[in-house]
Structures are given as C-alpha cells and as structure tokens.
C-alpha cells in the first residue's frame, strides 16, 4: 500500500496572495521531483455543478425578468450558493481529491469549505452549523494556511488587477468581515497555520515551507 499523499489547502481573503504562495510551493515541488497536483474552488469550467451556478443564475433572473446581459447582476439566495458550492466541493472531494491522495500524490488546494463558513457564512449570514452539515462528506486537510492581511493592503493590490470576476465579494467592509471570521476558523480548526500575508512574497513562502517541513521533506 502506498502512503497517502498530504492534503494542503490555502485560504484567505481575495487578493491575499493565496495564488501567488501556492504557485511558488508547486514550482518547489517540481523541482524536488515531489508528487503533487495544484487544484481549486470553485472549479469552475472542469465541473458541470460549477457551470450548474451560472446556469441556475441566469434562470432565475429570466423568471425575474432581467435579460440574460443584466443576469449576472442577479444574485442567488445565500442558502443556494451555500448548496451549490458543497455540490462543486463534493465532486471535487470525491473525484479529485480522494483518489490522488490514495495514489500518494500531494493535493495543492486554493480554497476549501473553510470559504463558505468565511463568504456564506460571515457575509450573508448563512447558519454555520448547517455549512457545516453539508459539507460533513470534507476529508480534513492535513495543513491550512491562512494568509492573513489588512483588507485596506489587500485591496491595495486588487485596484492594480483589472477583469476581476468577483466584484462584489471585494469592497472593504465585506473584506474585514471575512478576515475576521477566518481568524476565528483558525482558533476552532486543527492544523490551521496562520501566516503574515503583509511580506514580500519570498520570506511569506519561506515560513510556508518552514511548517511544512515536518509533514513533507521539501
Ligand atoms: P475567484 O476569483 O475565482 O478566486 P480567488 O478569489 O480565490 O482567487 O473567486 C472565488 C470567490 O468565490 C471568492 O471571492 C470566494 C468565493 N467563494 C465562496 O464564497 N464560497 C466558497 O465556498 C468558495 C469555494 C469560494
């Protein structure tokens, strides 16, 4: 029997450089011939449940009366999203996930449910016990990194990106709101590594590495 690969996810705010830190670590992984793959959520194109969001948007903005240009406007019940992310998660879980880790190849993984108890949950309210419930089928990561900064220096960094999909999730306020909850999943969840995300991009990857070290030699 093979070992079973690590389960390595990054979370944080929009703009926290989750993509930056996760690029590197699979650029040091190729070169240290370890066994990975890079993945995220939402998956978006790969999952017909991913494209099932759009579609359930646009259908509902029909029945509401918006053109199918103005439905992207159109946002869907909390509730909806919550459910709909959890049904993205569990092909992922089941489909991707799983079945590389039983191979013993690492899984590098931008977002988990930990997004929906910090989006869902801190922004609109949605009942952190239910996320919970139907994301029960979430094998536990191995390690969490949280990169964590101040929204006003995160935000700093979305104004110089332009063809951002996710505008809404990245006013100011809203920011703070999922910062904050983050920093409290980190209190509540085992194996949840919280990292000064306000550094230049080599000494953050330097201290991703340093808690890896005892999980995997890299
Ligand atoms: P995207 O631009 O695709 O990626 P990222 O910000 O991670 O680079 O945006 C994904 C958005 O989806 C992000 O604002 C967080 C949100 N999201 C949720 O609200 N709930 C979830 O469960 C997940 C996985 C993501």
Request: proline fraction near 3%; hydrophobic fraction near 40%.
């Amino acid at each position: 029997m093979t070992n079973k690969g690590k389960f390595i996810v990054f979370e944080g705010i929009d703009a926290s450089g989750k993509g930056t830190q996760s690029n590197l670590l699979c650029e040091r992984f190729d070169e240290l011939k370890i066994n990975y793959i890079y993945t995220r959520e939402p998956l978006m194109e790969i999952s017909s449940i991913s494209r099932l969001i759009n579609g359930v948007a646009d259908l509902t903005a029909k029945y509401n009366g918006l053109t199918p240009q103005n439905s992207k406007k159109f946002k869907l019940a909390p509730q909806t999203m919550s459910l709909l992310f959890a049904a993205d998660r569990a092909e992922h879980v089941q489909k991707i996930i799983i079945p590389t880790l039983e191979k013993g190849i690492n899984v590098v993984c931008d977002r988990y449910y930990a997004s929906s108890l910090a989006y869902q949950g801190a922004l609109d309210n949605v009942d952190e016990d239910w996320i919970l419930q139907i994301n029960r089928f979430c094998i536990q990561p191995d390690i969490v990194f949280l990169l964590d900064i101040d929204p006003n220096k995160s935000l700093n960094r979305i104004k110089g990106e332009k063809d951002r999909r996710h505008a809404e999730f990245e006013e100011l306020s809203k920011q703070i709101l999922v910062r904050d909850k983050y920093l409290k999943l980190s209190k509540q969840f085992k194996n949840w590594k919280i990292i000064n995300a306000d550094d230049n991009k080599e000494s953050i990857f330097q201290k991703i590495i340093a808690e890896l070290k005892p999980l995997i030699n890299c």
